[in-house]
């Protein structure tokens, strides 16, 4: 099939107006940039809400939604940017209400027709799903781009696992969006004016961030992100103070229009795939490769097109067509191309049972008999993560189960699912998987990958010791992928106890038993089409 999206006629040129202040119901003020036609009348509108700083929004992307006939909010969230008051990890408690606030003070504005869309990626989708929880009566489309549907699986304990770095490295990066210094940050080299009355604001937003900081520090804290962060990173199983950052049953009865995109390889394409399955209302669904110079320019997705079509439709009300096309569109890898479904995961898709065997082997026939295979795990010496490009480093130190070369293609589409028969010398303990495609030079691809944390195999809501010596059965759930094995190539599970910096390391050694029998098999289930 072609590239999603299309070329969109541009009609108006685009003026400016940073940092306009719009109080929100408790009196707090969000600073936002407002991108607008130069031509008098009344548009629809678009908002984005960002904690990376709206000052380093993309001017050109702002111009295609002003040239497609749209006036586009850019927006700090609460307590980043310019904004008032203090953020804390996405401000879903205080200031959950914001992005509701927004939208319906945008559709009260002389430019605009009443009809407010929302779009944006990562936290910017997240943010998509709170707005929405308010339920504000304007809203009327979103497109939500890579983000996560429940932050406890998809960012921070993946299959109950710590998201090590992936933790640490947003906290760290999120320390300059909320520095006292952002609100007064120079814009005098960008286009647009700054609003008079709102340069005045931040610099009392400045002042204000920095007697808070140093107000806090009295009581050994410093910001109230830090403070979440803290509390989060102590809550090591799902429900709880989890709950607000889980929108599954909410996304189960949204009947706003959402059209939602994800990547292969990103660690919330899980929770774009699974929104999208959930999702009550109408909604869409296109899953790009990512590693676009590895698929070459064809992988690439118009997304700019493809939303505005999208808002076009909901927003204005033009039978564009988007609608007549197929609802699902995930680029397949090895096939190199685009592949469009009528849903998700595929009713195409079959679940074809393969089985680990003993001498390190991988297919669809049941061993002739049982074996049992070791993992050894060292805290001292944990695993290190690999290029997706080829995982033979990893697989070094891993167990490793290797198919025969296919004879024919094999393509899957969907979420792979591993059963392990096991036993562990400890009461706790990780288990990594990953799936791989073997070219025939050796070269070992990532394809997913899979975690768990062995305490956990009856739910992420409960720990349960591992018994002494007694054999568990675990499910490991893989995140969903698109792949064609070409025939040559080989299907590859691996196995490993850690993977460091990705994942954090189980503290303490431990040996696990793959103990594969007629009775209790050690499979791999793939969904083939």
């Known amino acids: 099939m072609p590239l999603p999206g299309r070329d969109v006629p541009f009609r108006h040129r685009m003026k400016i107006r940073r940092y306009v202040y719009v109080p929100m119901r408790d009196g707090v003020r969000i600073a936002c940039d407002l991108y607008l036609p130069v031509a008098e009348g009344a548009y629809p509108c678009l908002l984005v809400q960002t904690p990376y700083n709206k000052n380093?929004?993309?001017?050109?992307?702002?111009?295609?939604?002003?040239?497609?006939?749209?006036?586009?909010?850019?927006?700090?969230?609460?307590?980043?940017?310019?904004s008032e008051g203090d953020m804390t990890y996405h401000n879903v408690l205080e200031g959950g209400h914001d992005g509701a606030d927004m939208v319906e003070w945008l559709a009260a504005q002389g430019f605009s027709t009443g009809a407010v869309g929302t779009y944006g990626g990562s936290a910017?989708?997240?943010?998509?799903?709170?707005?929405?929880?308010?339920?504000?009566?304007?809203?009327?489309?979103?497109?939500?781009?890579?983000?996560?549907?429940?932050?406890y699986l998809d960012r921070w304990f993946p299959g109950g696992i710590a998201g090590m770095a992936a933790t640490v490295d947003w906290q760290d990066g999120m320390t300059g969006n909320i520095s006292p210094k952002k609100p007064v940050e120079d814009v005098s080299g960008k286009p647009g004016d700054v609003d008079l009355e709102g340069d005045v604001i931040r610099k009392k937003v400045s002042e204000a961030r920095y007697r808070r900081r140093y107000d806090k520090s009295r009581d050994g804290t410093w910001t109230t992100l830090q403070d979440r962060f803290l509390e989060l990173r102590n809550a090591p199983e799902d429900g709880g103070v989890w709950d607000v950052y889980n929108h599954t049953a909410f996304v189960r009865e949204c009947e706003i229009p959402t059209f939602y995109t994800g990547v292969w390889y990103d660690h919330f394409v899980r929770g774009s795939a699974?929104?999208?399955?959930?999702?009550?209302?109408?909604?869409?669904?296109?899953?790009?490769?990512?590693?676009?110079?590895?698929?070459?320019?064809?992988?690439?997705?118009?997304?700019?097109?493809?939303?505005?079509?999208?808002?076009?439709?909901?927003?204005?009300?033009?039978?564009n067509g988007i609608l007549d096309e197929p609802p699902v569109t995930v680029f397949v890898m090895g096939l190199?191309?685009?592949?469009?479904?009528?849903?998700?995961?595929?009713?195409?898709?079959?679940?074809?049972?393969?089985?680990?065997?003993?001498d390190n082997t991988l297919g669809k026939d049941v061993p002739a008999s049982?074996?049992?295979?070791?993992?050894?795990?060292?805290?001292?010496?944990?695993?290190?993560?690999?290029?997706?490009?080829?995982?033979?480093?990893?697989?070094?130190?891993?167990?490793?189960?290797?198919?025969?070369?296919?004879?024919?293609?094999?393509?899957?589409?969907?979420?792979?699912?591993?059963?392990?028969?096991?036993t562990c010398s400890a009461t706790d303990g990780h288990i990594q998987v990953?799936?791989?495609?073997?070219?025939?030079?050796?070269?070992?691809?990532?394809?997913?990958?899979?975690?768990?944390?062995?305490?956990?195999?009856?739910?992420?809501?409960?720990?349960?010791?591992?018994?002494?010596?007694?054999?568990?059965?675990?499910?490991?759930?893989?995140?969903?992928?698109?792949?064609?094995?070409?025939?040559?190539?080989?299907?590859?599970?691996?196995?490993?106890?850690?993977?460091?910096?990705?994942?954090?390391v189980f503290p303490h050694a431990f040996d696990l038993h793959v103990v594969s029998t007629s009775g209790k098999p050690a499979t791999l289930a793939l969904p083939i089409v």
């Open 56 to 82: 380093g929004f993309d001017v050109g992307a702002a111009e295609s939604d002003v040239a497609a006939g749209y006036v586009l909010c850019v927006a700090d969230i609460r307590g980043t940017g310019g």
């Open 124 to 151: 910017l989708g997240f943010a998509q799903y709170v707005t929405a929880k308010g339920r504000p009566e304007h809203l009327k489309a979103m497109f939500i781009e890579v983000a996560p549907l429940h932050y």
């Open 274 to 319: 699974e929104s999208y399955a959930l999702h009550k209302g109408p909604r869409k669904l296109l899953i790009s490769p990512g590693q676009q110079g590895f698929h070459g320019e064809h992988a690439g997705a118009d997304m700019r097109g493809l939303r505005i079509r999208w808002f076009d439709h909901w927003l204005k009300g033009e039978d």
């Open 336 to 358: 190199e191309q685009w592949r469009a479904f009528d849903a998700w995961p595929p009713a195409e898709a079959r679940d074809v049972t393969f089985h680990l065997g003993p």
């Open 370 to 422: 049982d074996f049992t295979d070791v993992i050894d795990h060292d805290p001292q010496s944990p695993l290190a993560c690999a290029s997706i490009h080829d995982v033979r480093a990893y697989e070094e130190k891993a167990l490793v189960y290797t198919s025969a070369e296919l004879t024919g293609e094999l393509t899957i589409v969907g979420s792979p699912r591993v059963t392990l028969p096991l």
């Open 434 to 504: 990953k799936l791989c495609d073997v070219f025939p030079d050796g070269r070992s691809r990532e394809l997913t990958k899979g975690r768990l944390r062995l305490a956990h195999r009856e739910g992420h809501d409960r720990v349960v010791p591992m018994p002494a010596g007694e054999v568990q059965t675990i499910e490991v759930a893989l995140w969903p992928t698109a792949n064609q094995f070409r025939a040559g190539h080989r299907i590859r599970l691996v196995l490993g106890a850690s993977e460091s910096p990705s994942a954090e």
